[in-house]
């Protein structure tokens, strides 16, 4: 038999290292050609790992969760062959190295001892992933185990005289006390094992007690998730502004479109209305329009308008980006929007999809609450959030009457944001979508 080792591929953009989010495979498991046996993640894209040969996996190489440099061995597969010098590749030195899958090492590499051979100082980690825990042994003399709930109060519980008087002496309520023997009957070793447990056992079954801690591992897009909020709100100081806007109007006009219809216009939601306001509102304020090198101490204003729509996917928040926003129109907006949402929830998104935007949109939809604090998208400088629209009773001069009422809940960078500037942004978009036919006239 021999051995192949597989190691972790050049993934490609330069990336020197990965994060491992999930293993397909486990020791022992046979693998055909193809298989895969891996997958990590980086920079939000995920990259499986195929195996180039047949045979039986004797050695995983690291956890979920464990960044593993390019280059580094991550997998070790048993193949069906003759090991012997006459068979071994011509260019081989002879001194038994596992032969290296092609195109995933580099030459020359050490690598880590087989599992099989004895060392002074063995790798426990890869003892735990080979070794199965021992069974535990069974007890010989364990007691039997009470069954049932508690009676209820006032049922007379079926014990002998000694273990009556025994837990009369220990102060115990036999209705308490589940009992193994035949109608529940109750014997000293259930006593026994009732006193062992101390007093939650006279807890009643619909309300128990729990103990315990599960740990969740932060891996994959949640791990990149986590770093990117914790580097937003590490360096960004957050300033908030709330104003409300009545969207009457746009509703109006919005269901109005809606009914045209036309197979090939997709059905209209608020977001676009929103990104054309956006377009037309950071014309005016280009500063808004910006990403902040904080580190370098430049801003750098956009021409173009790349909007980043916040979504919700299964694996978690994933900001794809409508490139060009300036040059599309309302249902031009929609359907770059729809398109890709799916793929961001299919996986199909590409890097492109998710990268370069130069202003964010975020929504909860008709989850979105009246007031958020949304966090910037590092390295922008501004996010706007949209709360759920409800209708309330709105002072028109003369009576109350019932008008459609939305909260935008922004954020901006406060060191190169003033609070003015973020207000009068705000008040821009409100006025375009309080009025939306401002958003289709060009000045």
């Known amino acids: 038999m021999a051995e192949h080792v597989i190691k972790l591929p050049d993934v490609g953009e330069g990336v020197a290292e990965a994060e491992l989010v999930e293993w397909h495979v486990k020791v022992g498991d046979p693998v055909q050609e193809d298989t895969v046996l891996a997958a990590v993640m980086t920079d939000k894209a995920t990259v499986e790992i195929p195996s180039p040969v047949e045979g039986e996996v004797k050695w995983l190489g690291a956890e979920v969760g464990e960044i593993v440099a390019v280059g580094s061995p991550i997998v070790r ?9 006459s068979d071994e590749d011509p260019m081989d030195d002879g001194e038994g190295e596992a032969p290296i899958a092609e195109g995933m090492a ?27 825990p021992a069974p535990k042994p ?9 069954s049932g709930a508690p009676r209820p109060r006032g049922e ?30 109750i014997n000293h070793d259930d006593l026994d094992a009732f006193i062992a447990r101390g007093p939650q056992a006279a807890i009643p079954s619909g309300l128990q007690r729990k103990d315990g801690v599960e740990e969740v591992r932060i891996v994959g897009l949640r791990r990149r998730i986590a770093e990117k909020m914790a580097l937003a709100k590490s360096r960004i100081p957050h300033i908030t502004y709330v104003e409300e806007i009545d969207v009457t109007a746009l509703e109006e006009l919005r269901a109005r479109l809606n009914a045209d219809g036309k197979a090939d216009r997709p059905r209209l939601t608020i977001l676009p209305f929103l990104m054309r306001a956006i377009v037309r509102a950071v014309a005016e304020q280009p500063a ?33 980006v ?96 003033d609070g003015w500037d973020a207000a009068v942004f705000v008040q821009r978009l409100k006025t375009l979508m309080e009025t939306p036919a401002l958003i289709f006239v060009e000045t």
Do not use: Y
């Open 288 to 320: 808004l329009n910006a990403t902040f090198d904080d580190e370098a101490g430049v801003v750098h204003r956009h021409a173009p308008v790349h909007i980043g729509i916040a979504a919700q996917t299964p694996a978690g928040l994933m900001v794809p």
């Open 138 to 146: 069974a007890a010989s003399s364990a007691r039997p185990v009470p």
């Open 77 to 85: 597969i048993e193949i069906a062959g003759d090991t012997s010098p």
């Open 322 to 417: 409508v490139r060009h926003a300036e040059a599309r129109d309302l249902f031009d907006c929609a359907s770059e929007a729809a398109r890709l949402a799916d793929a961001a929830r299919d996986g199909s998104a590409t890097r492109e999809d998710l990268t370069g935007s130069t202003i964010t949109i975020t929504s909860l939809g008709a989850m979105g609450g009246v007031v958020t604090t949304p966090v910037i998208n590092h390295p922008e400088v501004a996010i706007v959030g949209v709360n759920k629209i409800m209708m309330r009773p709105v002072w028109d001069g003369a009576q109350f009457v019932p008008r459609k009422m939305m909260n935008l809940s922004s954020s901006f960078d406060h060191r190169v944001i």
């Open 156 to 185: 007379k519980p079926l014990a002998s005289p000694a273990v009556r008087l025994r837990a009369k002496e220990a102060g115990v309520d036999l209705r308490q006390v589940p009992g193994s023997g035949p109608a529940g009957r």
């Open 106 to 132: 580099s030459e020359g590499e050490d690598l880590p001892p087989p599992p099989a051979e004895p060392s002074p100082r063995p790798d426990k980690k890869a003892e735990r992933r080979e070794t199965p």
